[in-house]
């Protein structure tokens, strides 16, 4: 499911990375490393920088000041096509609420993410149905989004998330809209993929869901990193 980084460890930098919003500071001099394979979750409060500095990796927002560099593409150096064309190829995202596309099957959900990096129809397809194995909902793959459960849309869109073999998947809130087992399913899922080398890094207000897929927890307030922690996980 992963593409092979070759010699290039570090997946992820931000080095002084600051971000304002009018007269709101959403980042202070925020300075991160996330080395390919690593689970880092990212936790604090609500308004304390966590999901703006989702946005920056993700491509989705500039920095005030500062550099973000991912899979060693300097992003301050992209134009918005080129900040574009990044996102598809090198950013896997999930997001709390799925954002799935309700009048596409499940599967057309899925291969719509390929064929806008211009893979043609039958490639992407195919890539999808192998995905929908692998995750275990190959049975739903002509099910239209408001007939899944959402444990069953989340891997739909963890399935969206892996088509172009991102270097980094993102995840803010992957937990967030689920009942406990769906939860811990997703959780399961996010743990698998780590093991077999996908690098992540999730938002979460879920100490559980840190525990169990993070190796390495960053603590945000204020818009700044208060610590950082290292974990076993839990099994």
């Given at each position: ?76 150096s992209l134009n918005e096509k080129g900040l574009a064309l990044f996102r598809r190829r090198r950013i896997g995202m999930i997001f709390q609420f799925f954002n799935l596309l309700d009048d596409l099957s499940a599967l057309d959900n899925v291969a719509l ?123």
């Amino acid at each position: 499911m992963t593409e092979d980084l070759g010699n290039e460890q570090t997946v992820v930098r931000l080095t002084d990375v600051r971000k304002e919003y009018g007269e709101s500071v959403a980042l202070d001099g925020v300075s991160l490393e996330i080395n390919a394979g690593e689970a880092v979750a990212v936790m604090g409060p609500s308004g304390s920088g966590k999901s703006t500095l989702l946005s920056m990796v993700a491509g989705l927002d500039r920095p005030t000041s500062g550099a973000v560099v991912v899979h060693g593409d300097d992003l301050g150096s992209l134009n918005e096509k080129g900040l574009a064309l990044f996102r598809r190829r090198r950013i896997g995202m999930i997001f709390q609420f799925f954002n799935l596309l309700d009048d596409l099957s499940a599967l057309d959900n899925v291969a719509l993410a390929a064929q806008l990096t211009g893979t043609s129809a039958p490639h992407a397809r195919k890539r999808a149905l192998e995905l929908f194995e692998e995750l275990g909902i190959g049975d739903r793959r002509n099910t239209y989004p408001a007939q899944l459960s959402g444990g069953e849309r989340q891997r739909v869109a963890v399935a969206r998330a892996l088509m172009n073999r991102p270097a980094i998947l993102l995840a803010d809130e992957p937990t967030g809209a689920l009942d406990t087992r769906a939860g811990e399913q997703v959780m399961d899922l996010l743990l698998d993929l780590n093991q077999i080398g996908q690098t992540l890094l999730l938002v979460t207000h879920d100490q559980q869901l840190a525990t169990r897929c993070a190796s390495r927890v960053i603590d945000f307030v204020d818009g700044q990193i208060a610590g950082e922690r290292s974990l076993e996980r839990t099994s």
